[in-house]
């Protein structure tokens, strides 16, 4: 399956995030800002909201002379004696903060060996699941989630996706003409989040944006009841911000 490439700015982010790491890590002893900013080439501005979000991370920590340690979230994922269970820990608790900040739920979903599985969730009472009436997995075309999946694979993996799922009509606003949906995958931007308006469900409104590490295919994605419709596209520029902490915790 080959991917469509074209980085977003929370994957810039993390690589960047990931260069600090990389010095942080190679100084034991600890690191001052101003010889980060020196050995990662990284402007002031931008060094100090990377160092911002990985300490909120719990990656990096700042020790008593103010010169920057790796921190315990990092030693837990970067062990492989319980890595799996160490970032799924991490993963739920990045979008449980992002849930509380968006005030929508929020998904994290993998395109796996040609299906759709959304893998972990933060909801609430506030902030209720989509009500999935119909499978994920045979809804790509509909999903804010499967359209950001698709919108990641090549044209042959996306028409090899829709061959093998009927593209049904869910609601009145549902795309079934799959030449339609292939054009509007191939013209939607990597950079912008794809919305779903009540093409899943009536009721509910979605975003997603994808998560690639490597040849991972995946997608962040938040849902909200219609009556907060107008939250929309604020709600999905927020969750483009913070889909760098979850592509670093990948990426690690």
């Given at each position: 399956m080959a991917l469509k490439h074209e980085p977003t700015a929370p994957y810039h982010s993390?690589?960047?995030?990931?260069?600090?790491?990389?010095?942080?890590?190679r100084h034991s002893t600890g690191v001052t800002d101003a010889e980060l900013a020196?050995?990662?080439r990284l402007d002031t501005e931008r060094l100090t909201a990377l160092l911002r979000m990985?300490?909120?991370?719990?990656?990096?920590?700042?020790?008593?002379?103010?010169?920057?340690?790796?921190g315990a979230a990092l030693s837990r994922l970067g062990?492989?004696?319980?890595?799996?269970?160490?970032?799924?820990?991490?993963?739920?608790?990045?979008?449980?903060?992002l849930r509380d900040s968006v005030g929508a739920a929020i998904y994290i979903s993998r395109y796996v060996d040609g299906e759709i599985h959304v893998t972990q969730c933060a909801t609430g009472p506030a902030t209720p699941a989509v009500?999935?009436?119909?499978?994920?997995r045979s809804s790509a075309h509909a999903s804010a989630i499967g359209k950001?999946?698709?919108?990641?694979?090549?044209?042959?993996?996306?028409?090899?996706?829709?061959?093998?799922?009927?593209?049904?009509r869910l609601t009145s606003r549902t795309i079934t003409n799959e030449r339609l949906l292939l054009s509007r995958l191939d013209?939607?931007?990597?950079?912008?989040?794809?919305?779903?308006?009540?093409?899943?469900?009536?009721?509910?409104?979605?975003?997603?944006?994808?998560?690639?590490?490597?040849?991972?295919?995946?997608?962040?994605?938040?849902?909200l009841p219609v009556e907060h419709?107008?939250?929309?596209?604020?709600?999905?520029?927020?969750?483009?911000?913070?889909?760098?902490?979850?592509?670093?915790?990948?990426?690690?």
């Open positions: 993390a690589q960047d995030a990931l260069r600090v790491l990389e010095t942080v890590s020196r050995q990662t990985l300490r909120r991370e719990g990656y990096v920590e700042q020790i008593a002379d103010g010169a920057y340690v790796t062990s492989a004696h319980g890595r799996d269970q160490a970032l799924r820990a991490k993963l739920q608790q990045t979008i449980d903060r009500n999935e009436w119909v499978d994920f950001s999946l698709l919108g990641q694979l090549d044209h042959n993996g996306r028409r090899d996706h829709l061959s093998r799922h009927r593209m049904a013209a939607h931007p990597a950079t912008v989040p794809v919305l779903d308006l009540q093409e899943y469900a009536i009721g509910t409104v979605c975003a997603a944006v994808p998560i690639t590490a490597g040849s991972s295919v995946g997608c962040l994605a938040l849902s419709a107008h939250r929309l596209r604020q709600a999905a520029d927020t969750l483009n911000r913070g889909a760098a902490p979850v592509l670093l915790s990948l990426a690690i």
